[in-house]
T-cell receptor, first 112, second 114 residues
Framework: DAKTTQPTSMDCAEGRAANLPCNHS???????VYWYRQIHSQGPQYIIH???NNETNEMASLIITEDRKSSTLILPHATLRDTAVYYC?????????????FGGGTRLMVKP | DAGVIQSPRHEVTEMGQEVTLRCKPI?????LFWYRQTMMRGLELLIY????????DSGMPEDRFSAKMPNASFSTLKIQPSEPRDSAVYFC????????????FGPGTRLTVL
């Protein structure tokens, strides 16, 4: 699977948009971008995934650059409960069993 | 659905003892994963099963670790004998096994080996 690079930590003010970047410059054509987050003392939680088009769901939006070498996860109105470690993962579509390789992630701190 | 269930939530044992961690996946999911998380190494995949069959156990650290899935609703991860360096949070996750299937994680078992 392609490697990803994320900032170690970020801060965001409550109520503002949190934009979490991820570089995946070696991504190949059949690899999807997945985002998970892990709130303290809990198991990771799926957020969103995409291939090349921008995606939006009730939790977040995913913006993928045209060359697919980077992406941004957007939490439009961050709350204190969004404080967590956010993991960007790239995975082939035909990855048997949906194996995920977690990197270090970005520790997002939402502040009042 | 109650989600992925893991037991025990906390386990404290002494070095050399056998430890068994248990997982009940979400009903209808046919893929099951065991992960280990430590501060030093982050979240690591140990082994995963598809339709109760172990598919990839390359992440299992050594022969002291073993995992079984006797049926679709139950899996165990056993460490025998346990060592202090096995102290970690162990997560179980399940998914539908389709190409897009997201993984649903359990609450984890915090293992401390003294």
């Amino acid at each position: 699977d392609a490697k990803t690079t994320q900032p170690t930590s970020m801060d965001c003010a409550e109520g503002r948009a949190a934009n979490l970047p991820c570089n995946h410059s070696t991504i190949s054509g059949n690899e999807y971008v997945y985002w998970y987050r892990q709130i303290h003392s809990q198991g990771p939680q799926y957020i969103i995934h995409g291939l090349k088009n921008n995606e939006t769901n009730e939790m977040a939006s995913l913006i993928i650059t045209e060359d697919r070498k980077s992406s941004t996860l957007i939490l439009p109105h961050a709350t204190l409960r969004d404080t967590a470690v956010y993991y960007c993962i790239v995975r082939p579509l035909n990855n048997a069993g949906n194996m995920l390789t977690f990197g270090g992630g970005t520790r997002l701190m939402v502040k009042p | 659905d109650a989600g992925v269930i893991q037991s025990p939530r906390h386990e404290v044992t002494e070095m050399g003892q056998e430890v068994t961690l248990r997982c009940k996946p979400i009903s209808g999911h046919n893929s099951l994963f065991w992960y280990r998380q430590t501060m030093m190494r982050g979240l690591e995949l140990l082994i995963y099963f598809n339709n109760n069959v172990p598919i990839d156990d390359s992440g299992m650290p050594e022969d002291r670790f073993s995992a079984k899935m006797p049926n679709a609703s139950f899996s165990t991860l056993k460490i025998q004998p346990s060592e202090p360096r096995d102290s970690a949070v162990y997560f179980c996750a399940s998914s539908t096994g389709t190409s897009f299937g997201e993984q649903f994680f359990g609450p984890g078992t915090r293992l401390t080996v003294l």
